[in-house]
Every structure is written in C-alpha cells, then in structure tokens.
C-alpha cells in the first residue's frame, strides 16, 4: 500500500502520537509498504531530518498549538490521490478537520487515530476546556470522527471511554493495538554504561524510573506523594523523573518532594534519547507510570521489551494485560491505592523480581512488539474501500 500519515507535529516531544507513527513507519516499510507524512511543523524543525521516511512540513501552522496552515489544505488536495490511505493522528487541532474536508471532495477514505483525545478525565479536570471544545465539536471532530472510514483504538478501555465525552458521537470503531520496536541489544553493558556516565550518583542504586512528559494528566504529583509515604520505609530506593517538561510543571513538583522531605531521594533528568534512556530502562528496578489519562502508552510497551517490570495506574488501558502476565502491578489512580502498589513492589525479594521482568520480556514478544500489531493496523487500512 501507499499510505499518507497526517499528523499535526513528529516531535518527539509531543510524546505517544510521534513516537507510534515513526514505529509503525518503521515497520510498514520493513514490510514492503511506501510511506510519507503530511505535517505541520516547520520545514527547519531539528527532529524531521532523521525521520524515517519522506516527510512533507507544511507549517508552521497559526494560532498557536491549532497549527492552522492553508498550505497543508492545498498540497494534500493536490497529492492525496497519489496514495491508498490516508491516516490521521490526533483531533482537536486543524489537520484533521481540514484532512476531512478534502478527502470528502475527493471521494477518498481516511482512518483516524484519536490517541486518546477522548478520555472523559479531560472533561472531568478542565470543564471549561471541554466547554469550549463543546461549541467547536458539532461542525468540527464529531465529523471529523463520522466520516473516518475507520476509528482506530488502540484497547477496549479506550474504546469505551472514548463514547463518554460528547453525547454527540458516532464511529466506525476498531480496536487494533499498538506496539513498539525491538530496542537496541545491550552489548557489552554499553546502555548500562551510558546511563550511569550521564547520572553517577545512580550507579549501584535501586531506583524506580518515570519516564514521560511532565504533565498533569501523567499523574506526577500522585506518584511523588506515594513515592514520599514508600520511602519512608524504604530509605534504599530513589525515584528517577525523566521527560520533557511540556507545561511548566517541574518546579511545582520540586517544591512538592522538597515539601515531603525527599528532595535527596528523586533525580531530575530532563528528556533522555538513545542509549542513555535504553540503559535508564535495563537499570531501573520498575518502570512506573501513575496516569490519570494514558489509552495505550508505547513507553510501558519499550520497558516491558527491556525486561523492566511495570507499575501502573489503572488509567493505562494496557494495564489488564500487564497484570494478567504477571509483568507488574496496577492500582487505582489515588494516593492510598498507589502507596500500597509501591510498597508491594519494594517488598518484593530478587526472586519475584526476576520473575516478572521475564514475564514483562514475554508479554512484549507476544502483544506489543510493533512488527505484530503493524501487521494488525495495516489488514484494517487494506479493508477500506474508496467512498466513491
């Protein structure tokens, strides 16, 4: 196939979104398919120039994070014929509802990926948002959403969750996972070493690792407050907070563990790539990830493929898999909840340990390793038929 993502912004920055569409480049083309990307970033953007594909930046886009560009509307009029699909990543800003409005014209399909942008935690946390999203919904993403010839959903949570945010909804849904790629084999103990070079203080140490944007929605704060009350009895085991971050919240949290007496026992990282953060992964004693919001989550999916177990809030909609393999733990996003899943896990002797970072390996192998789940998606593109 020939197929076009459309996609608002590749930095990988921006988390989840950029991060599936390079994977699922990656492995359509390992597979034979021909693949480019529409986006509105500007052509100089630093992270475009090691894309794996051909990459046409159409931006920057106008009013701010909507990325409004007429130059995008005129080259996929133009070219959107030269492909058998389109895919969308992502609603809410001026891609998707201007990718509809041409691909109705033409009488082509296009398959949207929402990326969990409908998780009704968003109404819930900033009614006023969704106030304003309510009076762009009807003439904008609800059609958007209508007219895809497919909705691809990456778990049945999302699925489910993704009915409760506009009385106005309607979809041709499909459920099609997602995955990651093998990481990079550890030879030698070189991401161990890199890690450890860029972070000293963190060699021979039990840590449990975070690694994500600094968001509300991530559940940082929560993961601090339950990581304060763990320490306590566990004055061994440091927390490492590593991503981006993307709203200005680090010095909000500096202050909470400063707060809670743990300023010693967390390590701020700032965004960590390529073999630092493969060795963060390998070192760490869990990966943690206490989200309020999280449809998929690749990150959980690049530690379970490092062998690294997994601790989870149950607003990461691959948590039921995660617990059913015995690849780690969930609890609910509240502070009593997260307290006793961290102290489960410090509690936890080497032997149990081991045993769930060879069943987090696995579950990887079998579920989440992107060469499957590319395969999955792109049987579903190939079922869409032209509309006209």
């Not at 083309?29 to 500007?42: N, R």
């Not at 009915?163 to 309607?170: A, E, M």
């Not at 009895?233 to 707060?259: F, H, I, R, T, Y």
């Amino acid at each position: 196939m020939r197929i076009l993502h459309v996609n608002p912004s590749l930095n990988p920055a921006d988390g989840g979104p950029p991060e599936a569409t390079r994977t699922l480049t990656v492995a359509w083309l390992a597979q034979g398919h021909s693949v480019e990307v529409a986006v509105l970033d500007a052509p100089e953007s630093p992270w475009l120039a090691a894309f794996p594909c051909t990459v046409h930046a159409l931006g920057p886009g106008h009013f701010g994070k909507y990325r409004y560009s007429p130059a995008f509307t005129d080259w996929l009029a133009a070219n959107a014929a030269h492909f058998d699909i389109v895919v969308v990543h992502g609603i809410f800003q001026y891609h998707a509802l201007a990718t509809r409005a041409v691909m109705q014209r033409l009488g082509r399909p296009y398959v949207l990926f929402i990326h969990g942008a409908l998780d009704p935690w968003f109404k819930r946390r900033y009614p006023l948002k969704h106030l304003k999203k309510w009076l762009y919904w009807p003439w904008g993403d609800y059609r958007v959403i209508r007219d895809a010839a497919r909705v691809l959903l990456t778990t049945e949570d999302e699925r489910v969750l993704a009915r409760q945010s506009f009385w106005l909804y309607r979809a041709n849904e499909a459920v099609v996972s997602l995955g990651t790629a093998e990481p990079p084999p550890e030879e030698d103990g070189k991401q161990h070493a890199a890690f450890h070079a860029a972070f000293p203080t963190l060699n021979g140490k039990r840590f449990l690792l975070f690694l994500s944007r600094l968001d509300e929605k991530k559940g940082c704060r929560l993961l601090i407050e339950a990581f304060a009350q763990v320490t306590q009895q566990n004055p061994e085991l440091l927390l490492v907070m590593a991503g981006p971050d993307s709203s200005g919240l680090k010095s909000d949290l500096e202050q909470l563990a400063a707060s809670y007496g743990i300023a010693d026992r967390r390590v701020w990282t700032g965004m960590i790539t390529g073999a630092v953060k493969w060795g963060a992964f390998r070192a760490a004693d869990a990966f943690v990830l206490t989200s309020h919001s999280e449809n998929f989550g690749i990150v959980v999916a690049e530690a379970l493929a490092c062998g690294t177990p997994v601790l989870l809030s149950k607003r990461v909609n691959i948590w039921r898999e995660v617990v059913a393999a015995s690849a780690g733990l969930a609890a609910e996003d509240q502070l009593e909840n997260s307290v006793s899943m961290l102290t489960e896990w410090a509690n936890h002797g080497g032997q149990r340990r081991a045993a769930m970072s060879a069943q987090a390996r696995e579950l990887f192998l079998e579920q989440f390793e992107i060469g499957v789940a590319s395969r999955r998606i792109a049987g579903e593109l190939a079922s869409v038929k032209p509309l006209t």
